[in-house]
T-cell receptor, first 111, second 116 residues
Framework: GENVEQHPSTLSVQEGDSAVIKCTYS??????FPWYKQELGKRPQLIID?????GEKKDQRIAVTLNKTAKHFSLHITETQPEDSAVYFC??????????FGQGTELSVKP | NAGVMQNPRHLVRRRGQEARLRCSPM?????VYWYRQLPEEGLKFMVY????????ESGMPKERFSAEFPKEGPSILRIQQVVRGDSAAYFC??????????????FGQGTRLTVV
């Protein structure tokens, strides 16, 4: 069935380093891949998304890459800051707009 | 634009009671999705609704759970005869177009249900 795998489950980096989170999806019909940031006790907030007709997208310190052949996509955060600490979720949209989420990555940025 | 509004933010119910969770989508959005997040887990799709129609309920438990999105008023997620395992955060999201997923979904603040 529809499935999204996300790795790693936890990631600890020093402030200023880069962080990379990877996801794979199962359904080749997926065509929309958003990333959400969720701080403790708060709502998921969209930070960047990519559609299947694009291989890479960048927004300041955040970038996402998509490899449709391999069915995987990645989030890259450069020059990490303590306020980047949160849980990050990838998702894939299969049909009808519903999102299938990965299991989440808890990112900790140490000052 | 007030964004996606959910209420209540926190809800405590005793086992066997009913829980009603409300979601008002963003202005101009006609597609509503409900997700459940168990403690320290990811979000799981439950149901997708448009006005007066359930489009996809493949993630809904077969019993005790129902959802509606009437012509007027908010979308309602109803849980009958709640059990401890229903304790979770329930998030609603709305989007403008739905369809093949080529659109952003915006999340509400969530309702944190605790069953005691």
């Amino acid at each position: 069935g529809e499935n999204v795998e996300q790795h790693p489950s936890t990631l600890s980096v020093q402030e200023g380093d880069s962080a990379v989170i990877k996801c794979t999806y199962s359904d080749s019909a997926s065509n929309y891949f958003p990333w959400y940031k969720q701080e403790l006790g708060k709502r998921p907030q969209l930070i960047i998304d990519i559609r299947s007709n694009v291989g890479e997208k960048k927004d300041q310190r955040i970038a996402v890459t998509l490899n449709k052949t391999a069915k995987h996509f990645s989030l890259h955060i450069t020059e990490t800051q303590p306020e980047d600490s949160a849980v990050y979720f990838c998702a894939a949209s299969i049909q009808g707009g519903k999102l299938i989420f990965g299991q989440g990555t808890e990112l900790s940025v140490k000052p | 634009n007030a964004g996606v509004m959910q209420n209540p933010r926190h809800l405590v119910r005793r086992r066997g009671q009913e829980a009603r969770l409300r979601c008002s989508p963003m202005k101009g959005h006609s597609h509503v999705y409900w997700y459940r997040q168990l403690p320290e887990e990811g979000l799981k799709f439950m149901v997708y609704l448009q006005k007066e129609n359930i489009i996809d309920e493949s993630g809904m438990p077969k019993e005790r759970f129902s959802a509606e999105f009437p012509k007027e008023g908010p979308s309602i997620l109803r849980i009958q005869q709640v059990v401890r395992g229903d304790s979770a955060a329930y998030f609603c999201a709305s989007s403008q177009y739905g369809g093949r997923g080529n659109t952003e979904a915006f999340f509400g603040q969530g309702t944190r249900l605790t069953v005691v």
